[in-house]
């Protein structure tokens, strides 16, 4: 049962329930840059397609980062998180370390310059997002636990491993969701 103590906040993260279905969430991991009285914006984490990154952005340098499906929601939109702080104006900390947008001609002016690698920034094809209450309603319907990790954690994880690994350092109930097959009729 998921009655987690932790309240959806920015900055934190859902971890899908093992057996959700859902093409875009299925053990998925969100990391929530705003949750407010208007709703809810969040970006998958651990969903990386087989796009190139000039095949998305064609106007920018040759960069090798690979781009991730952030959520059902504007897939015609790119999205982006970093680790590079004020040098990306008009971008928010989300949590310690991790920023939300900014200015995508001043990363553009990194790249040309040679200032910026992969591992500094994450680019999504569309975001996740919640109506006022939608959250709620699926935390009731236990479709999600509500953590929080640092940056280090998100960051420097294998995306395919980033759902089990979150599930196993919660060392609690939660941590044998890990575990459960990827069918669970063939348990």
């Known amino acids: 049962m998921i009655d987690s103590i932790i309240k959806p906040a920015q ?32 970006l998958v984490l651990n969903k990386p397609v087989n796009i190139k990154f000039n095949e998305i952005l064609k106007d ?3 960069f090798k980062a690979p781009i991730y499906l952030g959520g059902p929601v504007q897939t015609d939109n790119i999205y982006f998180i970093h680790t590079l702080g004020n040098q990306v104006e008009n971008s928010m900390e989300i949590i310690k370390g991790i920023y939300w947008g900014g200015d995508i001609e001043v ?18 094809i569309g975001y ?5 209450n939608q959250l709620d309603d699926e935390l009731k319907e236990k479709s999600w636990i509500i953590s929080e990790y ?10 395919d491993s980033l759902w089990k690994n979150s599930l196993i350092s919660l060392k609690n109930e939660y941590s044998e969701w890990a575990n459960y097959p990827l069918d669970p009729s063939m348990n």
């Open 11 to 42: 900055g934190k993260i859902l971890i899908a329930e093992p057996f959700q279905r859902d093409f875009y969430f299925y053990r998925s991991i969100v990391l929530l840059a705003e949750h407010n009285k208007d709703g809810t914006f969040g």
């Open 60 to 62: 920018f340098p040759n």
């Open 107 to 124: 990363v553009k002016s990194l790249m040309v310059k040679g200032k910026i690698t992969p591992n500094q920034i994450r680019f999504f």
């Open 128 to 132: 996740s997002g919640w109506v006022p």
């Open 150 to 159: 640092p940056a280090s954690f998100l960051l420097k994880q294998n995306p």
